[in-house]
């Protein structure tokens, strides 16, 4: 009897282990990415992906499909191959919540067709298809010594790179670069392209990087950034790899930088500083966003608010600490990084901490056309000769930590801070005269101000996958304040003339002590559900609750008796302490559908805005509420691997901003000053979206077609007042019955001529807009159009020359409904090149130039023309070359001034200004490693 009763048992558990082994599958149908013919005997091998051991091995039906059982738990390498197609490879995992893993049609590719899987140099394969990822093998291209990653992208297939490192990967910018899946030193590509050695690499991925969201969930939501992944080799991640350069110049002209990284497995930790007052003021070709201000409060369209760095100066003048080509600047930066993976990658840390000052110093000419209504001669122009010295110190520290809690959840808490300090000294003379010459005003001015912020923010994101595929939870919190504190001087010296330029009385004189004090809190939160309704549609839910808190003292000074100095007698009308209280209860609705090539989403959310507006001076109090409506739906079809359409649309309301609504007079500019509006309410954006992309290997060429076009209803508009005397006051209003509108439209495409092995390019878009504003109580309407051509030629041989040419011409159509006999038409051309050779000897010889040409318009009268050419001849020393000396010009022609001509509302702009000229520099450039040794002890 106890036999029995044992047998039974184990027959039991044998049956309960077999039932688990088959509820670990794998399936899918194996098909034609053209012809969609189903492939019929397609080979399926299942690998383990720990050793790549074959772990199961079928053939598909002759209706293409496969289904693998007893699979069991763990992580699996799917390969399916066919004679003549490209082999498919894909990483899967199974677990107790994941029991099946359904590929869906493999859509197979011909290799005469698109060569998607190999192109054969000696042994290697140079080029793989991993699911979306384009893999290239690093071992199948010439890498030179001491090159870097840019030299080895540069002989990529379908991958550009220009001469300040931007890279075009099958017609789309690539906005990422990251280093074995994770960031190095932020997102600038070039940290890691100029920086990290060719012969490090293993392999180079290209693929669109999904969100967060997308990628968790499963649910594509259109989201998507052209990203490259480094992989390094194995022996090339512990040990340690830098470089410093420095040079001086003529002219006072020098420059410095020094990059330090050291890895250690999964550690790496870098270190970088520069100097120098010759505009570079980090390390790669977004340098001017290195000091820059991403951090600070606006509010998003849906009513929510979110951190862009704001200046809060009580309506003084201020610096944003980027430098824009205006004026000289002397830029000292630095910085750390440290990152790491342990415990099977279940934790990882990534921090950053910057630092860096910059000082500005130049001049700028402003010259500007004022249309009126009635006739022609009713135009105001004026001119303006203006000093700056302008400075920033700014600090920031930012920490994110990720742990996989169990196989179905993860937590990721990320903070940061950051402490800035600015300080800013303006001189202007100005003066307004008629279209006949004769004098309106003049105005002498000089502002300081200095401002003190501080800048805070933590999130938390919280996902969790429930056990039904596809059924996931995440919950999204996060929090933040940005406080402000400015202080600032206004002198000014007004002189109003009459109809026949006799000055009317004495000079208004304005000389006031100005403060703002500004703190903004806020938080927000987002919980989000996606539940999987068929195997081609999904559900995703979404609520949201979130604060924002705003509270602004601005106050103005006179002096008791002037030239004291004492500046201790409030002005009321020009003071002011206003809060802002916004309270958001947000729910969004959308669907999904996903079957074959197509995508469609659709859903709209819908959030309840509540209001409350106090002015603190007045006691006066308001309470508004509104309902956004955020209606949205996107196509997307997958004509192929590497090609595709997209159309979308979404609608949003805009909500206005504190500044537009707090009702204070701001008198900075004596001749234009502004008043808010608490009256004002949100607007409402139609937008429409839609590009279609197309990569062919073989031929390496690609199309990139892309347009969007959207209008605004009940806009917030400028409501601007003119006296007889020049004087403006200028208040935001909405418009309610006229729509605003704006349209983008342009074709780029690339292919290499074989025979020469020349990359042509070209491109042809255009753009435009209408806009309205409200000038003496009449309507303008302001319309612009601009068309641009730009065709270009590029070749390149690893260690032998590398050339890019580009240009083309421009023209823009101008006119305003108040000024219909004038317009701000004009035609331009641009055009700029590189080429760089190598000689015997280690010697490389190089060059870039722009040229530029803007002619005149009714408005102005002068064309503007420049020719910039730089040049640079360098030695490379050692076996490495390691050690490289060179010798630059910028500018050698000397023609470099600053120049810029806009139109909006009522206005015409044109500015010129002091920037870098004519230099030469000598320089040394130092490259040292010591990389190798396997894997770190413990």
Known sequence: MKFTITALVLLCLCSFSTFAQNSYSVKGVSVDSVANIKLVNTSISVLNAKDSTLRKFTRAAANGSFNINNLGKGKFILLVTYPGYADYVENFNLDSVKTTHNVGNINMNLKSRLLNEVLIKGTVAAIKIKGDTTEFNAKAYTIQPNSKVEDLLKQLPGIQVDKDGKITAQGQTVQKVLVDGEEFFGDDPTLVTKNIRGDMVDKVQLYDKKSDQAAFTGIDDGQKTKTINIK???DKKNGYF???????????????????????????????????????????????????????????????????????????????????????PVANTGGAHYDNKWDNDKNSLNTNYKVGSLEVDGSRNNKQQQNLPGKVTNIIKSNTDQTFNNSMFRQKLDATYSIKLDTTSTLKVAIDGTLKNSDTHTTSTAESRKIDSTIINTNGRTLSNKVDQQLFNASALYTKKLKKPGRTLSLNVSAGVTESKARGFLYSNLQLYDSVGVAKGSPEIVDQLKTDNTKTSRFSSNLTYTEPLSKSLSIILNYGFSTNNSNSDRKSFDQSAPGTGNYNVLNDSLSNHYVFDQTSNQGGLNFNYKKGKSTFRFGTRVANIDYKQVDEITGTTGHRNFTNWSPQANLQYKISTYSALNFGYNGNQTQPTIDQLQPIRVNTDPVNQTIGNPNLKPSFTNSFYGYYNMYKVISDQSIWLNGNYSFTTNPIVSNVVTDTTGKSIIQSVNLNNKKQSNYYLGIDGSRKLGFIGLNVNGSLNTNGNIYYSMVNNELNKTKSNTYRVTIGLSKYKEK?????????????????????????????????????????????????????????????????????????????????????????????????????????????????????????MLSLTWDFSAMGGGAPKK
């Open 800 to 920: 032998k020359y590398s050339l890019y040419v580009s240009g083309g011409p421009n023209y823009t159509i101008g006119q305003a409904s108040l000024q219909p006999d004038r317009n701000n038409n004009g035609r331009g051309f641009e055009a700029n090149y590189y080429l760089s050779v190598f000689l015997p000897g280690k010697i490389e010889v190089s060059s870039d130039g722009q040229y530029q040409y803007t002619a005149a318009t009714q408005s102005f009268d002068n064309d503007f023309r420049q020719t910039i050419i730089n040049a640079r001849i360098s030695k490379a020393f050692f076996k490495g070359e390691s050690l490289k000396a060179s010798i630059s010009g910028n500018d050698l022609l000397n023609q470099n001034s600053g120049f810029t001509r806009s139109a909006s509302s009522n206005l015409i702009t044109e500015n010129r200004y002091t920037t870098i000229r004519r230099y030469f």
């Open 232 to 234: 390094l080799k194995e």
């Open 242 to 328: 830098g470089k410093a350069d420095a040079g001086i110049g003529t002219d006072g002209y020098y420059q410095g930088q020094a990059l330090y990284n050291k890895f250690q497995g999964k550690k790496k930790f870098s270190v970088y500083g520069t100097f120098g007052n010759t505009g570079k003021t980090g390390l790669g070709w977004q340098d001017n966003n290195k000091l820059g201000t991403g951090d600070g409060l606006q509010f998003s369209d849906d009513g929510n608010a979110f951190f862009i760095d704001g200046n809060n100066d009580g309506g003084l003048d201020s610096f944003n600490g980027r430098y824009d080509g205006q004026g000289i």
